[in-house]
């Protein structure tokens, strides 16, 4: 199976702040990745997909990147909405895998 | 608007049976892929299982091959997961998911709200 490792595990940063999550995939996946967020009590969304695409409806603030095999969301301007859960997740190869979640709050 | 409504959870004991239900709306069912991803209380999102759109192919994760089937029914828009056998570590919730294809890259695009399922004597 394909492991995600996610970090940091937890996060606390301020409004407006830069904010930045990371995967690392255990082999190769190509842009096969996505990113979902998770706000308390709710279904996870979409963010987005093919490592680098946002999702309909995603505020421009977040955004996707890739470099070898680790994955960065980067959100630009951290608002209180974005508080929640974001995990990514490889669909290249079954079973597809999550990584273990950040939990982003305010500071 | 698409909507993935889940019905079926409740409490079991373990061993016992439990079959999901997900009624779909504002999409045509028979076009898309379905899936069933879980979430333990307090734990992170854990894939479960794959149907294909004609049903013709299903995935399964390894813990629960055997136990657990999933299956569909177009003419009814509906998806269903069959959980027998059920242990303390299937308690979760249960999300239908949808399966779009963007870009040529697989996505669960449209969850429900979930479905509460907790094994225990």
């Known amino acids: 199976d394909i492991q995600m490792t996610q970090s940091p595990a937890s996060l606390s940063a301020s409004l407006e702040e830069i904010v930045t999550i990371t995967c690392q995939a255990s082999?190769?996946?190509?842009?096969?990745l996505a990113w979902y967020q998770q706000k308390p009590g709710k279904s996870p969304q979409l963010l987005i997909y093919?490592?680098?695409s946002l999702a309909d409806g995603v505020p421009s603030r977040f955004s996707g990147s890739r470099s070898g095999t680790q994955y960065s969301l980067k959100i630009s301007r951290l608002q209180v909405e974005d508080i929640g859960i974001y995990y990514c997740?490889?669909?290249?190869?079954?079973?597809?895998?999550f990584g273990g979640g950040t939990k982003l709050e305010l500071k | 608007e698409v909507q993935l409504v889940e019905s079926g959870g409740g409490l079991v004991q373990p061993g016992r049976s439990m079959k999901l239900s997900c009624a779909a709306s504002?999409?045509?069912?028979?076009?898309?892929?379905m899936a069933w991803v879980r979430q333990a209380p307090t734990k992170g999102l854990e894939w479960v299982a794959t149907?294909?759109?004609?049903?013709?192919?299903?995935y399964y994760r390894d813990s629960v091959k055997g136990r657990f089937t999933i299956s569909r029914d177009n003419a009814k828009s509906t998806l269903y997961l069959q959980m027998n056998s059920l242990r303390s570590e299937d308690t979760a919730t249960y999300y239908c998911?949808?399966?779009?294809?963007?870009?040529?890259?697989?996505?669960?695009?449209?969850w429900g709200q979930g479905a509460s399922v907790t094994v225990s004597s």
């Open positions: 998911t949808r399966i779009e294809q963007l870009s040529h890259y697989y996505v669960m695009d449209a």
């Open positions: 504002g999409f045509t069912f028979s076009n898309y892929g």
């Open positions: 149907i294909s759109y004609d049903g013709s192919s299903t």
């Open positions: 082999q190769d996946i190509g842009n096969w």
């Open positions: 093919g490592a680098t």
């Open positions: 997740l490889q669909a290249y190869s079954a079973p597809w895998t």
